[in-house]
């Protein structure tokens, strides 16, 4: 892992200092996320879509109330799914208290509320989606700043069920690229939908999502803005916050 200072021209005014943290473009890109302020902290809406065969799995509604995996807020936080739990053995399949099944066309929006998801400037991967399961299954992602418009920016596409890992999306394309945004966008709404197309339609059908997380973000800080005598400095205008820290574990 390296540093990358950014924005030159805020550091030598002294109007912030900010830091990013990026992944060098090696096996530490599949790292999962260090910083816990990284993943999504609230639900925002939850979209089931269809399943079906749930009594061939888990037989009476006792069991199936035991093992279901419809509660969005097994997103929230911190990763913790491994491939072992892909079976019925031992370790045992895993269940709502892990991660959340979309179902067949189902969707699932995720909030950042003390950080806001930006773009890194380069390459690297900013956003971080951790699709889970025995079988690899693909979902749309979006992202927005109010929640209301919301930005395209590709497909989260596990290409193997033992990874567990998660899929890396970078952002920059879409904030280079799109007239309404900019490399000072920030964003607070990750949405994911599955794809419809994913073949595996029982139980657990769609997209299983353990976490979300922001690889590039910079944290919201409520600290007033200290705005320099006219004096002192002459010709600034302070715009922003007081300290923006940018990091990408």
């Known amino acids: 892992m390296f540093y990358r200072p950014t924005t030159p021209s805020l550091t030598a005014l002294g109007l912030a200092a900010v830091t990013l943290f990026l992944s060098a473009p090696s096996a530490l890109a599949e790292a999962a996320p260090v910083d816990e302020k990284a993943f999504a902290d609230a639900v925002v809406s939850y979209e089931r879509g269809t399943s079906r065969n749930w009594n061939s799995y888990f037989g009476e509604a006792s069991s199936a109330e035991e093992w279901q995996v419809y509660d969005p807020n097994s997103a929230l936080g911190r990763n913790n799914w491994t491939s072992e739990m892909t079976s019925r053995g031992s370790l045992g399949q895993w269940n709502k208290d892990i991660g959340v099944s979309l179902g067949d066309g189902g969707s699932l929006t995720l909030e950042f509320t003390d950080n806001f998801l930006t773009g890194s400037g380069d390459s690297a991967s900013d956003l971080w989606i951790y699709e889970i399961g025995g079988i690899a299954e693909k979902s749309f992602v979006e992202i927005s700043m109010d929640g209301l418009s919301w930005f395209d920016v590709g497909i989260a596409d596990r ?22 945004l900019s490399y000072d966008s920030l964003f607070s709404f990750v949405r994911v939908t599955d794809t419809g197309t994913n073949k595996y339609k029982n139980f657990k059908a769609g997209v299983d999502i353990d976490a979300i997380a922001a690889l590039s973000f910079v944290e919201k800080d409520d600290t007033p803005v200290e705005v320099p005598e006219p004096g002192i400095i002459a010709g600034l205008v302070v715009l922003g916050v007081n300290f923006l820290r940018r990091r990408q574990a």
Do not use: A, F, M, Y
């Open 159 to 180: 290409k193997d069920s033992k990874q567990d890992s998660g899929v890396g999306i970078d952002i920059d394309n879409l904030l280079s690229s799109h007239d309404e």
